[in-house]
């Protein structure tokens, strides 16, 4: 029913910036799919959600990507983004584009897109 498509992961040295994008098919809106965010999962630890965003616009972030990640979808697009900005080499993960009615977003997930910073 709903698909998420991840792209513009790569790799970045420390201090540079990726954009990822995430396209959504499907009747998110038919289903009340409201939020949508991006997870990241680093090697050997768990999945975390990193930033999310409602249908609305509000969004909410964790402490350590404050300042420095953006999140913002554009509706008509079913699209998500996910700015990132000063990376750095802890930010290197696998990044997760995910939605649900409600937050934490969990009902749908993408395949994933790498990310990696180098020192």
Do not use: H
């Not at 698909?3 to 954009?19: H, I, K, M, T």
């Not at 959504?24 to 990241?40: D, E, K, Q």
């Not at 554009?74 to 998500?80: E, F, H, M, R, S």
């Amino acid at each position: 029913q709903v698909q998420l498509v991840e792209s513009g992961g790569g790799l970045v040295q420390a201090g540079g910036s990726l954009r990822l994008s995430c396209a959504a098919s499907g009747s998110i809106f038919r289903l009340n799919l409201n939020v949508m965010g991006w997870y990241r999962q680093a090697p050997g630890r768990q999945r975390e959600l990193v930033a999310a965003i409602t249908s609305g616009g509000s969004t909410t972030y964790v402490d350590y990507v404050k300042g420095r990640f953006t999140i913002s979808r554009d509706n008509v697009k079913k699209t998500v983004y996910l700015q990132m900005n000063s990376l750095k080499p802890e930010d290197t993960a696998v990044y997760y584009c995910a939605t649900g009615a409600s937050s934490p977003p969990r009902s749908y997930w993408g395949q994933g897109t790498q990310v990696t910073v180098s020192s």
